[in-house]
């Protein structure tokens, strides 16, 4: 009976701490506005200032997945989350430019958490719920919400010096509550004769690559919205603070929770069917969020008629919240595809998705910011999302033109939607 219950209460601390692993790696995006408005920031140095934690965060998620299949998921995650502690109580004494980026840099090893997470909770399950297990923890994106939710609170009763200290304390408290609640398991851990060149070997299938970019999409777009979305609102539509991190959250908690829901769509359907309609959707949605507020005079034949074109702040939170819902699935699609694929490396594989996923989620608010001070107009950031999923519908759909038509016979073929 005790045994039964391990698998449910390894899901459950772990899906807790990534979620609060999650809300740390995400703090910038609250924090970082007092600290541009201190600072007298650009969008470009702003767009570094945030996204400088994902970078560490993407770095290290290919190391972190290694060490998992070798050593466990449970020491190295405990490990993980006490190394972040000092970084995070240090920010609140940052007072230079250089100071915040150094400090994000270690702090944004909680990102990595995810890369652990993932082949550790999957071995507890069995193939055909390992779908839905990621999932549930995948939903520890929803982290990126509690931000949104309490940080704004943090720092208008005591500061923004608080929000890190208070942080580093939900942390520590965190990783000592894992560590109460999971379990090892020896035989979910590799060969010990496995070298770092032989675990790496499976990045020559060219699977691997395609995964990577369908994630840079669906988990670096969120990533990188999530860290933009509040300073959005408050430069497009006047809110404040507390509002505009509200208003974000719209976003990033479908985005986190709904992830779940992706497990259990993709066990059912399959990834790849699940991923193909991800894609068109955000497709849709950012066509639509890329147009800028406009203002034109049209000649009628009973004279000039001013129109003015744009989205208000409801059409633009529901567009928002019908994106999150789908990088939400998105998400649990892809690392279906890795689960069935690669179940005895899922650890490796994983941190290489996800590396390509935190790195577009480094990337894309650098980018953000630069093409914000070049053109004057905030949404070209939806602007540049909506060619990327272009490019990874395009990619998506002549990649596996050519594994439709090597289906064995007797199998039922792989149909490629058209």
Not at 175 to 202: C, D
Not at 210 to 227: D, I, M
Request: hydrophobic share 50%; net charge positive; proline share 4%.
């Amino acid at each position: 009976m005790g045994t039964d219950r391990r698998p449910f209460s390894v899901l459950a601390s772990s899906t807790f701490a990534f979620t609060i692993c999650f809300a740390i790696w995400m703090m910038f995006a609250v924090l970082g506005i007092p600290i541009k408005t201190q600072l007298g920031l650009n969008e470009t140095q702003f767009g570094l200032l945030v996204a400088t934690p994902v970078l560490t965060g993407a770095l290290t998620r290919v190391p972190l997945g290694i060490w998992t299949d070798r050593f466990g998921g449970r020491i190295v995650f405990f490990s993980l989350m006490l190394a972040c502690v000092l970084p995070i109580w240090l920010i609140g004494y940052a007072t230079q430019y250089w100071h915040f980026l150094a400090l994000g840099l270690f702090v944004g090893l909680a990102g990595g958490s995810f890369s652990v997470g993932t082949p550790y909770v999957a071995r507890w399950y069995k193939q055909e719920r390992r779908g839905f297990a990621m999932g549930v923890f995948g939903a520890g994106n929803s982290g990126s919400a509690l931000t949104k939710f309490v940080a704004p609170a943090i720092i208008a009763a005591w500061g923004w010096q608080a929000l890190p200290q208070s942080y580093a304390a939900l942390m520590l408290g965190t990783a000592v509550l894992f560590w109460l609640f999971s379990y090892s398991n020896p035989s979910h851990r590799s060969a010990g004769g496995s070298t770092f060149s032989q675990q790496l070997a499976v990045l020559k299938d060219p699977r691997v690559w395609r995964y990577c970019q369908y994630y840079s999409v669906v988990f670096g777009g969120y990533v990188a919205l999530a860290l933009w979305m509040t300073k959005y609102y408050v430069g497009e539509y006047g809110f404040d603070l507390k509002h505009a991190a509200l208003l974000a959250a719209c976003f990033s908690l479908p985005g986190g929770v709904l992830r779940a829901l992706g497990g259990w769509i993709s066990d059912k359907y399959g990834a790849y069917k699940v991923t193909w309609w991800v894609m068109w959707v955000c497709w849709v949605c950012f066509f639509i969020l890329s147009y800028p507020q406009t203002t034109m005079r049209v000649q009628t034949v009973d004279g000039g008629m001013d129109l003015a074109l744009g989205l208000g702040p409801v059409s633009f939170t529901v567009l928002l919240f019908v994106v999150g819902v789908a990088m939400a699935v998105g998400k649990a699609s892809v690392f279906k595809f890795i689960a069935d694929d690669f179940s005895d490396n899922i650890g490796a594989v994983s941190g290489v998705v996800g590396l390509a996923g935190g790195l577009g989620g480094f990337i894309l608010p650098i980018m953000f910011g630069a093409i914000v001070d070049f053109t004057g107009i905030r949404s070209s950031s939806f602007m540049l999302l909506y060619g990327t999923v272009c490019v990874s519908l395009i990619w998506m759909h002549y990649s596996f033109k050519p594994q439709g038509l090597a289906t064995p016979a007797g199998a039922a073929p792989l149909k490629r939607a058209a």
